[in-house]
Nanobody, 118 residues
Framework: QVQLVESGGGVVQAGGSLRLSCTASGSIVSVTTMGWYRQAPGKQTELVATITRGGTIRNADSVQDRFTISKNRAYDTVYLQLGSLKPEDTAVYYC????????????WGQGTQVTVSS
């Protein structure tokens, strides 16, 4: 089992920035991919960005050049730097972990709310 705990959400004005953090614990050695998904009100959960243990990054087109995912050396913490925020970025952001690259995440954090005001 892997436990994920997010922090860093909040309310920000459009054009602003936030940094989300996620700390993983448990059987981290089994994880190949950590990342972030989000769910906006009334919408499906969607991928935001993922990063592998080796540093390969995948970004959603909607956040390309605005959001940056990174990790620490131990691969037990991942970060999501959100920039140039738009009201449509308002969502609950979930930290995730997957055992296999490309698979739907096996583990999810409790989520952290990001609200962007116009």
């Amino acid at each position: 089992q892997v436990q994920l705990v997010e922090s860093g959400g909040g309310v920000v004005q459009a054009g602003g920035s936030l940094r989300l953090s996620c700390t993983a614990s448990g059987s981290i050695v089994s994880v190949t991919t950590m990342g972030w998904y989000r769910q906006a009100p009334g919408k499906q959960t969607e991928l935001v960005a993922t990063i592998t243990r080796g540093g390969t990054i995948r970004n959603a087109d909607s956040v390309q050049d605005r959001f940056t995912i990174s990790k620490n050396r131990a691969y037990d913490t991942v970060y999501l730097q959100l920039g140039s925020l738009k009201p449509e970025d308002t969502a609950v952001y979930y930290c995730t972990a997957a055992i296999r690259w490309g698979d739907w995440p096996n583990y999810w954090g409790q989520g952290t709310q990001v609200t962007v005001s116009s």
